[in-house]
């Protein structure tokens, strides 16, 4: 029996430890494995590990051996999961590992552009305070949430999350989804459709998964809904946004900013228009990577590797 880890370094980049996940099976760890190394590297296990490097039809083929893909991520699109379970192999994901972690980066990028905290420390640091005539200054609005409307466009594990946050913080809440299941106790909370919830919301955040149906949720005709004072913040998946769309609303001053973990391609080319909108924070997909939150993925997946192996596994997915 052997395991190989394709690209251990996001999970572990070296503040974690591998020795739970050796202790089941002997164990290769690569921080990193280009699409050329991934058939030579993992050609003699049964079990493969995998963050993003892609395990396509093709390669899946050249796995003779290959009885496990556990996908050390919540999304699994990397994977052909039909090849593979036609193949007799079976894949699992981490579903809940980062809730709070997502949630708490959510209200970081937003009180970002409430406050624009890092452009006034740097200001101060330039000298700005130190030669003004009054007792302080800001260099952009600055914005209260309290008695403002918060729309929770996903309202699973970590859109519920934010509703809580937000509501905590004085801000009514609006949530669209497919399943109005389970609504919370708290007051000033409402179910809405999406258009609903865009037209009324002072804050759209989304936290759906990436479907057919949800790739390009937010485009253009969509934007024109939202309020000019609006901001939009995206921690769930990019192609969820077309981001020409929302660069062009920026740029035109029809939406008062965004701010967005995710993009549609990851490491984004240099030519993305988000990355030059205007009042545009992009963070490099760094909601889910906590330390506590890595650890807590670190044991599910080991967890998972373990049930597979005693013939009961666990949070298996499937096409």
Same mark, same amino acid.
């Given at each position: ?196 919830? #865009?037209?009324? =919301?002072?804050?759209?955040? +989304?936290?759906?998964?990436?479907? !057919?149906? @949800?790739?390009? %949720?937010?485009? /253009? ?33 029809? #939406?008062?900013? =965004?701010?967005?973990?995710? +993009?549609?391609?990851?490491?984004? !080319?240099? @030519?993305?228009? %988000?990355?030059? /909108? ?42």
């Amino acid at each position: 029996m052997k395991i190989v880890v394709l690209d251990g370094y996001t999970l572990n980049p070296g503040d974690l430890s591998w020795e739970a996940l050796k202790a089941l099976a002997p164990a290769e760890i690569y921080d990193r494995t280009a699409s050329d190394l991934i058939v030579p590297r993992a050609r003699q296990a049964e079990l493969v590990l995998t963050n993003k490097t892609p395990l396509t039809a093709g390669t899946l083929r050249q796995l003779e051996r290959l009885r496990y893909i556990g996908v050390l991520a919540t999304g699994y699109n990397c994977v052909d999961v039909k090849t593979a379970r036609d193949l007799g192999v079976t894949v699992t994901n981490i579903p809940t590992y980062g809730t709070a972690s997502v949630a708490q980066f959510t209200f970081a990028l937003l009180l970002e552009l409430c406050h624009h905290v890092h452009l006034h420390s740097d200001a101060v640091r330039a000298g700005q305070w130190s030669q003004n005539k009054d007792w302080c200054f800001w260099l952009t609005p600055l914005v209260e949430l309290a008695g403002k409307t918060m729309g929770v466009v996903g309202f699973g594990r970590i859109g519920r999350q934010v509703g809580q946050i937000a509501n905590a913080m004085g801000m009514r809440v609006m949530a669209a989804g497919s399943r109005r299941l389970n609504p919370p106790a708290y007051n000033e909370f409402s179910w809405a459709t999406l258009e609903e919830l #865009l037209t009324q =919301a002072d804050v759209v955040s +989304l936290h759906c998964p990436l479907l !057919p149906e @949800t790739q390009g %949720l937010i485009n /253009a005709s969509r934007l024109e809904l939202m309020k000019p004072s609006a901001f939009l913040i995206n921690t769930s998946r990019g192609p969820l946004v077309v981001e020409q769309d929302l660069a062009d609303a920026l740029n035109g001053n029809r #939406l008062a900013g =965004a701010a967005l973990d995710v +993009l549609s391609e990851e490491p984004p !080319p240099a @030519t993305n228009p %988000l990355l030059e /909108a205007r009042n545009c924070i992009v963070t490099p997909h760094i909601a889910w990577a906590t330390r506590e939150a890595r650890t807590r993925l670190m044991a599910i997946a080991v967890a998972n590797v373990a049930a597979f192996l005693q013939g009961r596994p666990q949070n298996v997915v499937g096409p």
